[in-house]
């Protein structure tokens, strides 16, 4: 019990055994189900009831090198994809959010509200619905439909990102550049933009992510047309070769897991969660 | 309140402009055209008259009630037991001194993990040939897969609930820790010096305080949850199916009548998810309103 006492006001209400316990319980749960990705990525025969594969063998990684399977077009496709999508969600979204976090006017709770339905609404169904428009508009089985159909999910996300970040923006700031003779341009370069940017940085990392995870609406408007990594990913899962498509998912996790450090490296020590406000 | 002064009023609305033509025209087109359809209205055949055939077939199979059934059921599972485990997880990291910022990290890596490979890696470890599996043999508690337990693939669809769970235990546990985070220790030291027990601080201090915070991504967790293809689409089972797999069937079907069925189905699955939604909303106003009394 010297433990709770010496750390008071901060202890649950629980003995600090128990306490390990959880701990060890949740860190188990979080990597184990990472296990068996890593395992068969490597295996060459992996068959029941061995805990570790009889033959180890890089063949799945030299088959997502290999020109057959696709993997690298489909990896620059997504890269372009998830690119194209956080450079318009960041024109679009941040300045939303700097209208939501700095300014009260009539009907901003109304703009929060809209902004926020995209993020509660499943996208699944509102993609269906469109699809019928993007055909007519041939939009659909297109790369700029597809950018389009993730701007849906993608855009409110920063733009809360940024009303958070806007929130705790001074103006002041911005008008003492102004007496002191800065030009527009140069307010936001030396001003605003320093001010805002670890921010902008959280939130463009955010719905890269998003876009990049995105199977369902790359599916639905792509028509099978824009093969990125997911669609790639669920051939493979389908057709039962489980170390290429495990090998083929730790590749489409990786760079998450970067972004995420790096996520946490701009946040410093508080947890992601705490740049995005009302998420 | 001056904000009718303010000089760049005209310019708000000019830097919400694209936003809003994001939400109106994808968004709000999406839903619109998906409600249109589902009435019937589908140009495309030739056909313009509105009608509720759509739903009255879709209510009509019996496979929409275990669909729905099924749907609801996974949802409100996994995100209760994502909740309950969350909140236990990030009190006690918060209760940690040395090696917080390395849990913290452990508690949110699988963040930014897609539910594509979240349902893949559930498949290799919880099928009858997977890790689970060969450690229950290893333990001599099994000798062959088929005596393991049907975890993926199966009709009470517990692998997909294991995706959520896991993935949704982040989610709400890293929005759990950044309340905690605001909240600080002070209130519960005042408690303590008021008398109060551990159980008492945490049931009548720290719960009402965090309460909102972790109420607000149960309900966007579940609403995820509810609408959701990817991992039912990978794990589960071929009857019953979850409501959007059935609707994305019915919209891949040859018969193009079905498509209108389709749209009801999305546009049921929107509804409930919005009724969960403003169910949250009306009794966080409530909460709030009491907290202000």
Same mark, same amino acid.
């Given at each position: 019990?010297?433990?709770?006492?010496?750390?008071?006001?901060?202890?649950?209400?629980?003995?600090?055994?128990?306490?390990?316990?959880?701990?060890?319980?949740?860190?188990?749960?979080?990597?184990?189900?990472?296990?068996?990705?890593?395992?068969?990525?490597?295996?060459?025969?992996?068959?029941?009831?061995?805990?570790?594969?009889?033959?180890?063998?890089?063949?799945?990684?030299?088959?997502?090198? %290999?020109?057959?399977?696709?993997?690298?077009?489909?990896?620059?496709?997504?890269?372009?994809?998830?690119?194209?999508?956080?450079? #318009?969600?960041?024109?679009?979204?941040?300045?939303?959010?700097?209208?939501?976090?700095?300014?009260?006017? +009539?009907?901003?709770?109304?703009?929060?509200?809209?902004?926020?339905?995209?993020?509660?609404?499943?996208?699944?169904?509102?993609?269906?619905?469109?699809?019928?428009?993007?055909?007519?508009?041939?939009?659909?089985?297109?790369?700029?439909?597809?950018?389009?159909?993730?701007?849906?999910?993608?855009?409110?996300? &920063?733009?809360?990102? &940024?009303?958070?970040?806007?929130?705790?923006?001074?103006?002041?700031?911005?008008?003492?550049?102004?007496?002191?003779?800065?030009?527009?341009?140069?307010?936001?370069?030396?001003?605003?933009?320093?001010?805002?940017?670890?921010?902008?940085?959280? =939130? %463009?990392?955010?719905?890269?992510?998003?876009?990049?995870?995105?199977?369902?609406?790359?599916?639905?408007?792509?028509? =099978?047309?824009?093969?990125?990594?997911?669609?790639?990913?669920?051939?493979?899962?389908?057709?039962?070769?489980?170390?290429?498509? %495990?090998?083929?998912?730790?590749?489409?996790?990786?760079?998450?897991?970067?972004?995420?450090?790096?996520?946490?490296?701009?946040?410093?020590?508080?947890?992601?969660?705490?740049?995005?406000?009302?998420? | 309140?001056?904000?009718?002064?303010?000089?760049?009023?005209?310019?708000?609305?000019?830097?919400?402009?694209?936003?809003?033509?994001?939400?109106?025209?994808?968004?709000?087109?999406?839903?619109?055209?998906?409600?249109?359809?589902?009435?019937?209205?589908?140009?495309?055949?030739?056909?313009?008259?509105?009608?509720?055939?759509?739903?009255?077939?879709?209510?009509?199979?019996?496979?929409?009630?275990?669909?729905?059934?099924?749907?609801?059921?996974?949802?409100?599972?996994?995100?209760?037991?994502?909740?309950?485990?969350?909140?236990?997880?990030? #009190?006690?990291?918060?209760?940690?001194?040395?090696?917080?910022?390395?849990?913290?990290?452990?508690?949110?890596?699988?963040?930014?993990?897609?539910?594509?490979?979240?349902?893949?890696?559930?498949?290799?470890?919880?099928?009858?040939?997977?890790?689970?599996?060969?450690?229950?043999?290893? /333990?001599?508690?099994?000798?062959?897969?088929?005596?393991?337990?049907?975890?993926? /693939?199966?009709?009470?669809?517990?692998?997909?609930?294991?995706?959520?769970?896991?993935?949704?235990?982040?989610?709400?546990?890293?929005?759990?820790?950044?309340?905690?985070?605001?909240?600080?220790?002070?209130?519960?030291?005042?408690?303590?010096?008021?008398?109060?027990?551990?159980?008492? +601080?945490?049931?009548?201090?720290?719960?009402?305080? &965090?309460?909102?915070?972790?109420?607000?991504?149960?309900?966007?967790?579940? %609403?995820?949850?509810?609408?959701?293809?990817?991992?039912?689409?990978?794990?589960?089972?071929?009857?019953?199916?979850?409501?959007?797999?059935?609707?994305?069937?019915?919209?891949?079907?040859?018969?193009?009548?079905?498509?209108?069925?389709?749209?009801?189905?999305?546009?049921?699955?929107?509804?409930?998810?919005?009724?969960?939604?403003?169910?949250?909303?009306?009794?966080?106003?409530?909460?709030?309103?009491?907290?202000?009394?």
């Amino acid at each position: 019990m010297r433990s709770a006492e010496s750390s008071a006001g901060l202890s649950p209400p629980r003995p600090p055994l128990l306490r390990w316990f959880v701990l060890a319980a949740m860190v188990i749960g979080m990597l184990l189900p990472i296990v068996p990705l890593v395992i068969w990525s490597f295996a060459f025969r992996w068959s029941f009831p061995d805990l570790l594969p009889e033959r180890w063998s890089l063949r799945a990684w030299r088959y997502l090198a %290999a020109p057959e399977s696709q993997v690298l077009p489909a990896l620059r496709d997504s890269l372009l994809l998830a690119g194209a999508v956080t450079l #318009l969600a960041t024109l679009i979204g941040a300045p939303a959010g700097r209208a939501l976090g700095m300014y009260r006017f +009539r009907g901003r709770a109304l703009i929060e509200m809209l902004i926020l339905a995209p993020l509660i609404v499943p996208a699944f169904a509102v993609s269906l619905g469109i699809q019928i428009v993007f055909i007519r508009y041939g939009l659909a089985d297109t790369f700029l439909g597809v950018v389009l159909v993730h701007l849906v999910p993608a855009t409110p996300y &920063m733009a809360l990102v &940024m009303a958070g970040v806007f929130a705790n923006f001074d103006r002041q700031y911005e008008d003492l550049a102004r007496t002191l003779g800065a030009r527009p341009l140069q307010v936001w370069r030396w001003v605003t933009l320093p001010a805002v940017l670890p921010g902008l940085v959280v =939130g %463009a990392l955010f719905v890269f992510l998003i876009s990049w995870s995105q199977y369902a609406l790359t599916l639905i408007i792509g028509g =099978g047309r824009l093969v990125t990594l997911p669609m790639l990913l669920f051939a493979f899962a389908r057709s039962g070769d489980h170390a290429v498509t %495990a090998a083929l998912s730790l590749v489409f996790i990786a760079p998450a897991v970067v972004l995420l450090a790096l996520i946490a490296r701009f946040l410093g020590a508080a947890p992601a969660a705490g740049g995005i406000r009302g998420l | 309140m001056f904000w009718s002064a303010d000089p760049e009023r005209p310019r708000i609305w000019l830097m919400l402009a694209p936003m809003l033509a994001v939400v109106f025209l994808l968004f709000g087109g999406g839903l619109f055209f998906a409600l249109i359809q589902s009435f019937g209205y589908l140009p495309l055949i030739g056909q313009t008259e509105f009608s509720l055939a759509a739903y009255v077939t879709v209510l009509r199979q019996s496979s929409f009630l275990a669909s729905l059934l099924l749907t609801l059921y996974i949802a409100t599972t996994s995100t209760v037991i994502a909740t309950a485990l969350a909140v236990t997880a990030a #009190l006690a990291i918060r209760a940690t001194t040395r090696g917080r910022q390395a849990l913290s990290f452990i508690f949110q890596f699988n963040l930014p993990i897609p539910h594509l490979v979240g349902a893949v890696a559930m498949a290799d470890l919880l099928s009858q040939s997977g890790l689970l599996a060969r450690l229950a043999a290893a /333990f001599g508690l099994i000798d062959d897969p088929g005596q393991f337990p049907v975890l993926v /693939f199966d009709r009470a669809g517990v692998g997909i609930i294991a995706e959520y769970v896991w993935k949704e235990t982040a989610f709400i546990g890293v929005t759990v820790l950044a309340v905690l985070h605001a909240i600080g220790p002070e209130y519960e030291e005042l408690a303590r010096s008021l008398g109060a027990n551990r159980w008492q +601080r945490f049931r009548l201090v720290l719960l009402p305080l &965090m309460l909102p915070g972790v109420l607000a991504a149960s309900v966007i967790a579940f %609403a995820f949850s509810f609408g959701a293809f990817e991992a039912p689409y990978l794990l589960g089972a071929s009857y019953p199916q979850v409501l959007p797999v059935l609707a994305y069937k019915r919209y891949t079907a040859v018969d193009l009548a079905a498509r209108a069925e389709a749209m009801a189905l999305c546009v049921i699955i929107t509804l409930v998810a919005g009724a969960a939604i403003v169910a949250y909303l009306h009794v966080s106003r409530r909460y709030l309103r009491r907290e202000a009394d």
